[in-house]
């Protein structure tokens, strides 16, 4: 396999995995609470794949392969809050820090965007980056306001759909790109 299509493997699985988290972060009444855990360990478990994926098609070193690895070690932080037995506070807090450890990642990468040429496949790349910091970030201040024992909202399950459709986008990015 390639790099080029290792890369847009590992958006896809990403951008899928990401979905796969949203809906697991959705409240929705016919699914049974433990198949949305699921959804959302499984999700979680294939954007860290997809992550890894990413950042080992890239020879080199690059902040778009250190943005995707620390993407992944974010997946792996919230990954660890969702299997061990750890007590409730315990887990939101790794939710939390694995979310931003996601957003830094997204945000190393995204900076080194800023330093190419603006054709409007980079601009999209900026697009989705920027989406999917928005959506971890989202996601994180979801969780320290429940840990504060204030209500979020619905502002974790806004910024797992926001980070769904940035990684979405950007896997689109990563197909074209693979293209030429």
């Known amino acids: 396999m390639s790099n080029k299509q290792k890369a847009t493997f590992g958006a896809w699985v990403a951008a ?9 972060s ?23 794949t997809g992550n890894a994926l990413q950042a080992d098609a890239i020879d080199g070193f690059s902040l778009t392969k250190a943005g995707n690895q620390i993407q992944a070690i974010g997946n792996s932080t919230v ?31 995204l900076g080194e965007s800023f ?3 603006h ?3 980079e601009l999209f790349s900026i697009y989705g980056n920027l989406l999917q910091i ?16 204030k209500d979020s909202g619905k ?10 459709i940035g990684a979405i986008i950007s896997a689109l990015v990563q197909t074209e790109a693979s293209m030429t």
């Open 16 to 24: 899928i995995g990401t979905v796969l988290a949203a809906i697991g």
């Open 26 to 48: 959705t409240p929705i009444k016919r699914i049974p609470e433990d198949t949305l855990e699921a959804f959302s360990l499984i999700g979680n478990e294939m954007q860290g």
């Open 79 to 109: 990954i660890a809050g969702l299997l061990i037995d750890f007590n409730v506070i315990v887990k939101q807090e790794l939710n939390i820090k694995g979310n931003l450890m996601q957003a830094l990642g997204g945000g190393a990468a």
């Open 115 to 117: 330093s190419k040429e």
């Open 119 to 121: 054709t409007t496949e």
């Open 134 to 149: 928005i959506g971890n970030s989202l996601q994180a201040i979801s969780g320290i306001l429940e840990l504060n024992g």
């Open 155 to 164: 502002l974790d399950v806004v910024g797992s759909w926001i980070q769904a």
